[in-house]
């Protein structure tokens, strides 16, 4: 089993391009996750997906938007990027059931992506 | 505003020495989990806790969740040079519909060989 890995690992953009990040799972978890790692924050929540075909905001929603179309993937779009979007992007997946509350996380490798 | 504030931000300490890092806030939580996350990757569930004043161990590390369920801390012993990385506690708000972790700020670990 690979987990979950991210796509691309890297990326540099300039203000105002668009691009999409990759986060796929093979554990067959409902949930999936989204967040952003800045120094000194930890991680925040940009969105988040518990069950294919839905998705909700978290703490950092704006300048984002996501999809959830198959159960396995879940992506991560910037429609117009700015250099306050420059941080290292977290997808995790979790299995979990509204009646047991969050299981463990489990993590990708993260995507480094620098806005200029 | 962090709901969690991890402290200290950073430590960097003497292999062989022990240490203490904590997470406090002033919302309950439901259950409390402990990642640790090295350079270049994501981060790695070490422990949930769920009652308060519960405590676990894992081998160095001792973990405990405050009697008030608001607070958590890490204790170390005898840090090895292994032990470096970032601490992350995490909270689940509640235990009923809640889908999402709050994460807290983080403490940076660096055990000098």
């Known amino acids: 089993n690979a987990g979950v890995t991210q796509t691309p690992k890297f990326r540099v953009l300039k203000t105002g391009q668009s691009m999409t990040l990759l986060c796929a799972q093979d554990?067959?978890?409902?949930?999936m996750y989204w967040y952003r790692q800045d120094p000194g924050m930890g991680l925040r929540l940009i969105h988040y997906?518990?069950?294919?075909?839905?998705?909700a905001k978290g703490e950092v929603p704006d300048g984002y938007n996501v999809s959830r179309l198959k159960k396995q993937n879940f992506l991560l779009g910037l429609e117009s990027a700015a250099p306050s979007q420059t941080s290292v992007y977290f997808c995790?997946?979790?299995?979990?059931?509204?009646?047991?509350?969050?299981?463990?996380?489990?993590f990708g490798p993260g995507t480094r992506l620098t806005v200029t | 505003t962090q709901l969690l504030e991890q402290s200290p931000q950073f430590l960097s300490i003497q292999e062989g020495e022990n240490l203490t890092v904590y997470c406090n806030s002033s919302s309950v939580f439901s259950s409390l989990q402990w990642y640790r996350q090295e350079p270049g990757e994501g981060p790695v569930l070490l422990v949930t806790v769920v009652t308060g004043g519960e405590v676990k161990k894992l081998k160095r590390l001792t973990f405990q969740f405050g009697d008030a369920r608001k607070d958590s801390s890490l204790h170390i012993t005898a840090a090895q040079p292994g032990d470096t990385g970032l601490y992350l506690c995490?909270?689940?708000?509640?235990?009923?519909?809640?889908?999402?972790?709050?994460f807290g700020t983080g403490t940076r670990l660096t055990i000098i060989p």
């Open positions: 554990m067959n978890h409902e949930y």
């Open positions: 995790a997946s979790s299995y979990a059931t509204r009646f047991r509350g969050p299981d463990e996380q489990y």
């Open positions: 997906s518990v069950g294919e075909g839905t998705t």
């Open positions: 995490a909270g689940e708000r509640s235990n009923f519909g809640n889908e999402k972790l709050t």
